[in-house]
């Protein structure tokens, strides 16, 4: 089993920055993949960036140049640097991690872009 925890969403004006986190536990070792989908009201949940090992990362073209995927292998974390904030990009944020098929969330945090 594994557990994935969101913090550090939030509120913040167009143009602004945050920098959700994903605190991991449990059998992660065994993960191929990680990294982060996002919800908007009335829309599917849509992948923002993933990295694969063997693979590398990828990133939704929306957020190409503006948002960046990174890891702590040590603490077990994973980042998601968000800078120069749409509207569009309003959603609730879930930490995801796959392996062998099954896909693990976490509860998800909050990011709203609004002035």
């Known amino acids: 089993q594994v557990q994935l925890v969101e913090s550090g969403g939030g509120l913040v004006q167009p143009g602004g920055s945050l920098r959700p986190s994903c605190a991991a536990s449990?059998?992660?070792?065994?993960?191929?993949?990680m990294g982060w989908y996002r919800q908007a009201p009335g829309k599917q949940r849509e992948l923002v960036a993933t990295?694969?090992?063997?693979?590398?990362?990828m990133y939704a073209e929306s957020v190409k140049g503006r948002f960046t995927l990174s890891g702590d292998n040590a603490k077990k974390m994973v980042y998601l640097q968000m800078n120069n904030l749409k509207p569009e990009d309003t959603a609730v944020y879930y930490c995801?991690?796959?392996?062998?098929?099954?896909?693990?969330w976490g509860q998800g945090t909050q990011v709203t872009v609004s002035s």
């Open positions: 990295y694969t090992i063997g693979r590398g990362t």
């Open positions: 995801n991690g796959r392996m062998m098929g099954v896909d693990y």
């Open positions: 449990g059998s992660i070792f065994s993960l191929n993949t």
